[in-house]
């Protein structure tokens, strides 16, 4: 009997440290975020800092969005939105698919997507541009959060 009673204690700690592990709702990927978007050939053709904050829909909202690489696709008035579904959380770390879409203020008519997938502090996938004359690509691009 005083074995039973140890495994149910054991059994309930794990379950009520497990519950704990979502304490300060780890499961998204609110917060600062460095991009590098690299091509074919593994040059950066674009870098950026952003910050996101998910809503309960799973779109997210964006701030601070800043290229730190110039490129004469994005001049200025850059729209920029997304979205997240969560996958899931294992230790503390999220899991799940990030859609990110920037279309250009002037010159207008230029498209960014990124389509990746959330790992923890990292979103790597594909990205892809469409555009005038110049502002056309794809690549690779990592996320980091800051």
Known sequence: ?????????LVVCLVLAGCGAGAGNPANINGGWNATLTDTNNSTLFSF????????????????????SNSPCFVS???ANGSFTLIGTFNGNVTG???FVLQSGSPSGNTLTLSGTVNGNTIAGT??????TGCTGSGLFTMTKM
């Open 97 to 99: 698919k990030f859609n």
């Open 49 to 68: 800092g952003v910050s996101l904050l998910v809503k309960g829909d799973g779109t997210f909202s964006v701030s601070n969005f800043n290229f730190t």
């Open 1 to 9: 009997m005083k074995q039973f009673t140890v495994a149910v204690v």
């Open 77 to 79: 008035g850059a729209v």
């Open 127 to 132: 990205w892809t541009l469409t555009g005038g």
